[in-house]
T-cell receptor, first 112, second 114 residues
Framework: AQSVSQHNHHVILSEAASLELGCNYS??????LFWYVQYPGQHLQLLLK??????LVKGIKGFEAEFIKSKFSFNLRKPSVQWSDTAEYFC??????????FGTGTRLTVIP | DTGVSQDPRHKITKRGQNVTFRCDPI?????LYWYRQTLGQGPEFLTY????????KSRLLSDRFSAERPKGSFSTLEIQRTEQGDSAMYLC????????????FGSGTQLSVL
């Protein structure tokens, strides 16, 4: 069965620090990969996605993620975080079926 | 706001009662999903519709749960004989076929079973 692991449960950074959130999945076939974000008091929204092609994908608000097939990973990165990036971040995987499997999420707190 | 709407936002019920939630997707979206999220966990897939057809249902979903989308527009999720373990946030999402699976989520219905 598919599964998604997010290693960091809570990350605390100061503004301007660099961010990397880990995501690993277990599935041997073709996958589509996503990062969703949930800002405080708001609903989940798509940050970025990978379907095919360039394994380095860029999303909104300066985020990017790299798909490394050999490591079954899709880590999220941002070179310099802002206070407004405080949110919960979810990695998700879609396999052959038309539904997403989500990780447990990583809570990011950015200190001004 | 023409996003995904869910009603009610909060529901408190006693164990053993039935509850029903409603989801209104973005109007032109033909796919509709129900997810459940508990504290400290990511959303867990429950079921999915394409137009009015329920195409997939999680094997983990109890028979007490049923969902409908009778006219291919809004959807309802009913939980019969609620249990305390059903307490969770119930999320609805919709998408358009061919949109590369970009899901638009609603704000959810928070269910508390006492």
């Amino acid at each position: 069965a598919q599964s998604v692991s997010q290693h960091n449960h809570h990350v605390i950074l100061s503004e301007a620090a660099s961010l990397e959130l880990g995501c690993n999945y277990s599935y041997g076939g073709t996958v589509n990969l996503f990062w969703y974000v949930q800002y405080p008091g708001q609903h989940l929204q798509l940050l970025l996605k990978y379907f095919s092609g360039d394994p380095l994908v860029k999303g909104i608000k300066g985020f990017e993620a790299e798909f490394i097939k050999s490591k079954f990973s899709f880590n999220l990165r941002k070179p310099s975080v802002q206070w407004s990036d405080t949110a919960e971040y979810f990695c998700a995987v879609k396999t052959g079926a038309n539904n997403l499997f989500f990780g447990t999420g990583t809570r990011l707190t950015v200190i001004p | 706001d023409t996003g995904v709407s869910q009603d009610p936002r909060h529901k408190i019920t006693k164990r053993g009662q039935n509850v029903t939630f409603r989801c209104d997707p973005i109007s032109e979206h033909n796919r509709l999903y129900w997810y459940r999220q508990t504290l400290g966990q990511g959303p867990e897939f429950l079921t999915y519709f394409q137009n009015e057809a329920q195409l997939e249902k999680s094997r983990l979903l109890s028979d007490r749960f049923s969902a409908e989308r009778p006219k291919g527009s809004f959807s309802t999720l009913e939980i019969q004989r609620t249990e305390q373990g059903d307490s969770a946030m119930y999320l609805c999402a919709s998408s358009l076929i061919g949109s590369n699976e970009k899901l638009f989520f609603g704000s959810g219905t928070q269910l508390s079973v006492l």
